[in-house]
């Protein structure tokens, strides 16, 4: 079972961050305003606003760590010697 567990997290890196993280948030959420007295559907809206945020954080964080993957396979590729194909002709 965790193994499994595992090989969905590695398969699906982002969206288990954002559960991880949405988990965290809304359990932070409901210790800070349980005295508040809100109502049901203001729980509601704060949780899913929580979770949503929590999805967003997970998002900008992989701006940087895909950037950075995608630009170096593009620097190679640019840095890479090109062939010259042109036929060679004896004047």
């Known amino acids: 079972m965790l193994s499994k567990l595992r090989a969905w997290a590695t398969a699906h890196s982002k969206l288990a961050a954002w559960l991880a ?3 965290g ?19 509601l809206f ?5 979770i949503g945020l929590a999805g967003l954080c997970v998002w900008i964080i992989g701006w940087e760590s895909g950037e ?8 190679e590729k640019k840095d890479a010697p090109v062939k010259d194909t042109t036929p060679k002709t004896n004047p």
Do not use: F, H, K, P
């Not at 948030?25 to 729980?43: E, F, H, P, S, Y």
């Not at 950075?68 to 620097?75: I, L, N, P, V």
């Open 21 to 23: 993280l949405a988990i």
């Open 25 to 43: 948030m809304v359990i932070v959420l409901v210790i800070a305003a349980r005295d508040v007295g809100l109502l049901w559907n203001q729980w």
């Open 46 to 50: 704060l949780v899913l606003a929580t």
């Open 68 to 75: 950075d993957e995608s630009e170096d396979e593009d620097a």
